[in-house]
Structure formats: C-alpha cells, structure tokens
C-alpha cells in the first residue's frame, strides 16, 4: 500500500498533512493560546509549500461553523473547523446543533486546554490554561455529535482523522468532536507515515428493502389521492431529478412544507405549495421524505385508513425524543435512492392505473394553477405597497438572479417568486432553528463556488445573530464577493406570531408593540458593511427597489466587492 512518510515533523504537522491528503479544503477558525501548535505547523507548511487545508480567520465561531455547512451543501466535502478550548466551542454550539439536526458532516474540533502545569513542551504558559480545563470537554457536544474523541498521541492522527472522517459521512451523515491537547500536537515525531490514498472509506449508503418498495409502488399507483410532502429533501442534489419524474409521471403532488431546500421547482404543475393540511386530510396515501414533522398535529390529522410512507436515511427520526406521527412503512434510505427505485416499480402498475393517474393529474394540475393566480394577485396587489412587501422584495431578487445563482435564505424570502429549476440553489441551514446561519453559509457557498453569483437573504433579527461584523471581514478578507440583501421589518416576526397564537386575544395580540420582539432603533445596517470596505444601500420605498439592487449587484460583479441592500419593508 502507497504511504507517505514525514520527517522530524510535529504532531501538529502530521495531523495538518492527512487532512489535506483525506481531501479537506480548508480550516474555518477561531484561535486561541491552544493553537500555538498549529499555527506553527501552518506557517511552516506554507513557507516550505506543503499541502494542508487553507487556514480561514473567522472573528466568530458562528461564522466559522456555517461556513463549514456552507461549504460542503455547495461542495459536498466535508470542512473542519477548529475553536479555543471550552469557551470556543461553546460559542460553536449553535452552528453544530444546526449541522447534527440538518445531517450535514463536519470535522468540528478545539484546543483542549494543557494539563501539565510545567516540563512537557506545551504546558501551561499563562493563568487561563487552569481556568478553562474542564473535566469533560467533549460533554456539551455529546447529544449533537455522531461520534467525539480526544487525540491521544501522534501515532494514532491518521486513524483518527480517518475514522472522524468515514463516520461524519456515513449516512445519515453528521458532526463530530475531536479536542486536540497543547501538549499532544506540540511532540517531535522522527518519522511519520501514513497510507495514501486512504483506505478508511465511509459506508455504503442503505437501500431500501425491495419488497417495500414494490408494496409502496402498489400502494402509490392504485392511490386517488397520494400526496408527497418533503422539509429538507432538497438538500440532497440527487433528489430533484428523480422527484420531478416520479411526480410529473404518476400525478403525485408535492407539498414543500417549511422547506429550507427546493426539492422541485415551484413552477412544476405538482409543485403543491406549502401548506399540507388540505392534502393531509384529504390524503388515501402520504409519503413524507426528509422530514421531521409533516404536519401539525394539533391542526389536522390524515384519515384513519391512509397509508403514511416514510422515507429518510433515519426515518425513525431517531434524534427526535418525542415524534408520533403514523409510519405504515418507512423505508431506510436517501430519497434519491429510494424515488429511482420506485420509478421502475411503479412502471409495472402504470397502465392498470392509467386512469386513476390521469384523473389525479387534471386535479393537481388545477390546484397549482390556483396557486399561481393567488401568488400573482398578492404580487399585483403588493408592488407598490409601502413599507416595501417581501413579495414584491423576492419577486425583484428572481429578476437580477441567473438560474445558477445561490440563494441563501434566513429572511422572509418568498420561495414562489423565486424559478429555482436546479438542485442546491435554496440554501437555509437552520435545521435547528439556531439562527445566525444564513451569513456564514453564504460565505461558504461562494468559498465553494467562486464563480456563481451568491445572494444572502436575512431578516434584520437574523442579520445580528450572525455577528455581521465577523461576516464582512471574512468577505472582505476572502473576496467574497456577495450580494446581501437585509428584510428589515423592525421585529422577530417568528416570535410575534408565536405570541397571538398562544393568546389570539391577550394583551399582546393588542399591543402596538410586543415586549421583546420589537426593534425601537431604526437601524442602518447598511452601514455595517462598510466597515469592512463593502457597499451599502438602504431601500425604504418599492419604485426604488429595483435600481438600488441593480447598483449592489454592479458593485459585487464589476468591482468585485460586497454589496448589503437595507430594504425596511413591512410583514410576510
């Protein structure tokens, strides 16, 4: 077996050398006096060439998580990011619940504070290295990682990296934990070597037991009413294709319902819309894929006698304590797998219900074009409206954007103005809900692909969450050219709402201002991005939305610079 083999080399040096081979990009960091090692080992690597993942300064371990998520929707490769000691990784905590509930790998790593008080190379140098020692670092990422490990000694690096690697991308895919002690990466090592390419490779990823999919075909192609209804389905970029033929071929709508990917364009006559309650009580078969909750309980529930079809890579949600939905058959495996394999089952069944499928397509055909008509009519109705709606803000952003632009939404972006027709070009990473996501993931999709156009869409409450500042130096750093577009409605809408559904007719419902969801600041966020040499504009009026988004997007493609529209606009 192919081996490479380093010389008087550093633990730290070793461990730099096999993530670069194993295919790591680059390293989204945040440093502390833990990294001593490492930045040792960086500088010199890239002062004798050596390849190792390209070191990213990231002023906030926000910022550094979610570009890591970013980077690998765009990319598909997992990225490493490192933070300082406890405190580091507890501020990376948020980006990490993120990733662990949206399924995406990440090699999430921090220092790990010394433990010797003095003779080994390494030890503690300064008073913090007592204060931040904890007796189980590793504990707070537990519930949120596949697998954590602390890294023991040199020999080991290339079995370690190895096996973070292969587990974090073995389905269904995840983070891991690995803290790195001071002392460890500081040893001299003689010689290291290690296999090249590596021979730790991830699992294959499940396929669905035939004999279900045959009953599911059976079930699907005698169904009058089946409906398809997805969350985050679209972030696989295997899915649309084999979606939109299982759809278009047998009549089968699909509700994206809270989606934070496209799955299929919403311009497909079985794009169903966002709603699944009518589907869900109407429904004789249900098949929900990547999706943690289909519908609420509390507002509908489908017939007694309607087969509900899970599929996922875990369809047991098993990181969910509490889910009860009805689960007539689920089957384990990616979406994508699962749908080209029911499309030649369901072939079989295609002739004796040709007429079940044909009257199943006049009546999805008919509901989407609904759809359309009433998205139109609020577009007509909204365009001049002031403050500025965020239809007519979406219906804008779909004008200067070319159909491989990547769209990161954490704002009230309306997905049916937008014509997404290819796979990854939705991006929303709040798997968790966690926001201060939609920046960092931004900066990550562009990292990935430098030569797309990247929009990043943020409501003014999210736009703080991601620590702007932070964002923009990386932009501005990286010349990351993107296009950030801020709704700025002056609230937490999320938490407004969430408020007069509690207590449709408490004191809140009538108050001109809810306690703790409202802004009273008039905020120029347009100015924050000027801190770090990008272009800002602020939008208060509709007829001026268009040219002052034409300016922005001639900034970030002639000049090659970022560009932050503020666009006060009113509610959803």
């Given at each position: 077996?192919?081996?490479?083999?380093?010389?008087?080399?550093?633990?730290?040096?070793?461990?730099?050398?096999?993530?670069?081979?194993?295919?790591?990009?680059?390293?989204?960091?945040?440093?502390?006096?833990?990294?001593?090692?490492?930045?040792?080992?960086?500088?010199?690597?890239?002062?004798?060439?050596?390849?190792?993942?390209?070191?990213?300064?990231?002023?906030?371990?926000?910022?550094?998580?979610?570009?890591?998520?970013?980077?690998?929707?765009?990319?598909?490769?997992?990225?490493?990011?490192?933070?300082?000691?406890?405190?580091?990784?507890?501020?990376?905590?948020?980006?990490?619940?993120?990733?662990?509930?949206?399924?995406?790998?990440?090699?999430?790593?921090?220092?790990?504070?010394?433990?010797?008080?003095?003779?080994?190379?390494?030890?503690?140098?300064?008073?913090?290295?007592?204060?931040?020692?904890?007796?189980?670092?590793?504990?707070?990422?537990?519930?949120?990682?596949?697998?954590?490990?602390?890294?023991?000694?040199?020999?080991?690096?290339?079995?370690?990296?190895?096996?973070?690697?292969s587990v974090s991308m073995s389905e269904p895919k995840g983070p891991i934990y690995l803290s790195l002690p001071r002392e460890v990466l500081s040893k001299k090592m003689e010689e290291f070597s290690f296999d090249s390419p590596n021979r730790v490779q991830p699992a294959s990823p499940p396929w669905p037991d035939p004999n279900m999919i045959d009953e599911v075909?059976?079930?699907?192609?005698?169904?009058?009413?089946?409906?398809?209804?997805?969350?985050?389905?679209?972030?696989?970029?295997?899915?649309?294709?084999?979606?939109?033929?299982?759809?278009?071929?047998?009549?089968?709508?699909?509700?994206?319902?809270?989606?934070?990917?496209?799955?299929?364009?919403?311009?497909?006559?079985?794009?169903?819309?966002?709603?699944?309650?009518?589907?869900?009580?109407?429904?004789?078969?249900?098949?929900?894929?990547?999706?943690?909750?289909?519908?609420?309980?509390?507002?509908?529930?489908?017939?007694?006698?309607?087969?509900?079809?899970?599929?996922?890579?875990?369809?047991?949600?098993?990181?969910?304590?509490?889910?009860?939905?009805?689960?007539?058959?689920?089957?384990?495996?990616?979406?994508?797998?699962?749908?080209?394999?029911?499309?030649?089952?369901?072939?079989?069944?295609?002739?004796?219900?040709?007429?079940?499928?044909?009257?199943?397509?006049?009546?999805?055909?008919?509901?989407?074009?609904?759809?359309?008509?009433a998205w139109r009519s609020k577009l007509d109705a909204e365009k001049s409206q002031s403050p500025i709606s965020p239809a007519f803000i979406s219906y804008c952003l779909n004008q200067i954007r070319d159909p491989d632009t990547i769209m990161v939404r954490e704002s009230p972006l309306m997905q049916q103005y937008i014509d997404t027709e290819k796979p990854g070009?939705?991006?929303?990473?709040?798997?968790?809900?966690?926001?201060?996501?939609?920046?960092?993931?931004?900066?990550?999709?562009?990292?990935?692909?430098?030569?797309?156009?990247?929009?990043?869409?943020?409501?003014?409450?999210?736009?703080?969450?991601?620590?702007?500042?932070?964002?923009?130096?990386?932009?501005?750093?990286?010349?990351?050219?993107?296009?950030?577009?801020?709704?700025?409605?002056?609230?937490?809408?999320?938490?407004?709402?969430?408020?007069?559904?509690?207590?449709?007719?408490?004191?809140?419902?009538?108050?001109?201002?809810?306690?703790?969801?409202?802004?009273?600041?008039?905020?120029?966020?347009?100015?924050?991005?000027?801190?770090?040499?990008?272009?800002?504009?602020?939008?208060?009026?509709?007829?001026?939305?268009?040219?002052?988004?034409?300016?922005?997007?001639?900034?970030?493609?002639?000049?090659?610079?970022?560009?932050?529209?503020?666009?006060?606009?009113?509610?959803?």
């Amino acid at each position: 077996m192919p081996k490479k083999t380093l010389k008087n080399c550093t633990v730290a040096d070793a461990y730099l050398a096999v993530l670069a081979d194993r295919g790591v990009d680059y390293l989204f960091a945040n440093a502390g006096t833990d990294f001593a090692p490492l930045i040792e080992s960086l500088a010199k690597a890239q002062a004798l060439g050596t390849p190792i993942p390209e070191p990213i300064t990231c002023p906030h371990e926000n910022t550094a998580q979610h570009m890591a998520i970013g980077h690998y929707l765009v990319s598909g490769r997992p990225q490493m990011t490192m933070m300082h000691v406890n405190v580091g990784t507890a501020n990376g905590l948020n980006g990490l619940l993120n990733a662990a509930r949206g399924y995406v790998p990440m090699l999430f790593t921090a220092g790990r504070t010394p433990t010797n008080e003095d003779t080994l190379k390494g030890h503690r140098s300064l008073d913090i290295h007592w204060t931040q020692e904890m007796y189980d670092q590793a504990a707070m990422t537990r519930e949120a990682v596949k697998w954590d490990y602390e890294l023991r000694n040199g020999e080991q690096v290339a079995a370690i990296v190895d096996r973070a690697l292969s587990v974090s991308m073995s389905e269904p895919k995840g983070p891991i934990y690995l803290s790195l002690p001071r002392e460890v990466l500081s040893k001299k090592m003689e010689e290291f070597s290690f296999d090249s390419p590596n021979r730790v490779q991830p699992a294959s990823p499940p396929w669905p037991d035939p004999n279900m999919i045959d009953e599911v075909a059976d079930l699907l192609a005698n169904s009058e009413r089946p409906v398809m209804i997805t969350n985050w389905g679209g972030r696989n970029p295997g899915v649309m294709a084999p979606l939109t033929e299982l759809a278009d071929r047998y009549a089968i709508p699909v509700v994206e319902y809270r989606n934070r990917f496209t799955s299929i364009s919403p311009r497909h006559p079985m794009h169903a819309g966002y709603n699944p309650n009518p589907y869900v009580a109407d429904a004789d078969v249900i098949v929900v894929f990547d999706t943690v909750v289909p519908w609420l309980p509390s507002q509908v529930t489908p017939p007694d006698d309607c087969k509900v079809i899970h599929i996922a890579t875990d369809p047991m949600y098993t990181m969910v304590p509490v889910r009860g939905f009805p689960a007539d058959i689920s089957l384990t495996c990616p979406a994508d797998i699962g749908f080209r394999a029911l499309i030649p089952a369901m072939a079989e069944h295609e002739k004796a219900a040709a007429a079940k499928i044909t009257k199943r397509r006049d009546k999805a055909v008919a509901a989407h074009q609904e759809l359309e008509d009433a998205w139109r009519s609020k577009l007509d109705a909204e365009k001049s409206q002031s403050p500025i709606s965020p239809a007519f803000i979406s219906y804008c952003l779909n004008q200067i954007r070319d159909p491989d632009t990547i769209m990161v939404r954490e704002s009230p972006l309306m997905q049916q103005y937008i014509d997404t027709e290819k796979p990854g070009k939705m991006l929303n990473a709040g798997a968790a809900s966690g926001l201060g996501h939609g920046m960092g993931v931004a900066l990550g999709a562009q990292l990935a692909a430098p030569d797309k156009l990247v929009i990043g869409t943020e409501g003014d409450g999210a736009y703080m969450f991601n620590v702007p500042v932070s964002c923009h130096y990386v932009a501005a750093e990286q010349n990351l050219p993107i296009l950030w577009v801020v709704f700025n409605n002056q609230q937490w809408q999320a938490v407004h709402r969430s408020t007069v559904g509690l207590e449709p007719d408490g004191y809140a419902s009538k108050a001109n201002r809810q306690p703790l969801t409202h802004f009273t600041v008039d905020q120029h966020y347009e100015k924050a991005v000027e801190v770090s040499g990008g272009a800002g504009f602020r939008v208060t009026e509709p007829d001026d939305l268009m040219s002052t988004l034409d300016k922005a997007l001639n900034v970030v493609t002639g000049e090659k610079r970022q560009a932050l529209v503020n666009v006060v606009c009113g509610n959803s």
